[in-house]
């Protein structure tokens, strides 16, 4: 497993190791232990959740300002653009984001601690996206950064208007939206 540090250092690029050949491939997706050990970490996923969508569905920026949620995000087929933004006031990376490319191929997985806001856009036909969480989902603390804020400036490799659920395109202004350590 290759660990690399994104922009945010916070925020992990988990690389597994693939072992492949004309039958197929395995790899392990997940090793508590191992995690641990190349994360510098000591985390427990409570919860596991997997959703399927859309070309340029856009899910996001979500987060609980209660309990929050650390998630180790993957994409088993499709491929997505997954962003995290810091949204912790303390944090030298306050209202920074990182991007980056998962795929069904590639494999990478990433970890965004808690503190952060998250969201994904679709870039293929489809996408199943699986991700693990560190505390349970708790509908009346989730909140929702708008997508396009122009203060995050975030930048979407769009084709095209995304497609989003009511409450997405409904979500907060980031210099409005509730935050860690308000």
Known sequence: MKVT????PDILIIEPKVYGDERGFFFE???????NKVSGLDVTFVQDNHS?????????LHYQ?????????RVIAGEVFDVAVDIR?????????????????????????AGFAHGFLVLSE??????????????????CIVWNDPTLAIEWPLQEEPVLSAKDAEGELFLKAEMFGD
């Open 5 to 8: 540090a994104t922009a945010i």
């Open 29 to 35: 997706s997940f090793n508590q232990r191992s995690f």
């Open 52 to 60: 399927k969508s859309a070309r340029h569905v856009l899910r996001g």
């Open 65 to 73: 300002i209660n309990q929050p949620q650390g998630k180790l995000v």
């Open 89 to 113: 006031r303390d944090s030298n990376t306050f209202g920074r984001w990182a991007g980056e490319i998962l795929t069904g191929d590639n494999k990478r997985q990433l970890w965004i601690p």
């Open 126 to 143: 489809s996408a199943q996206f699986l991700y693990k969480t560190t505390n349970y989902w708790e509908p009346r603390h989730e909140r």
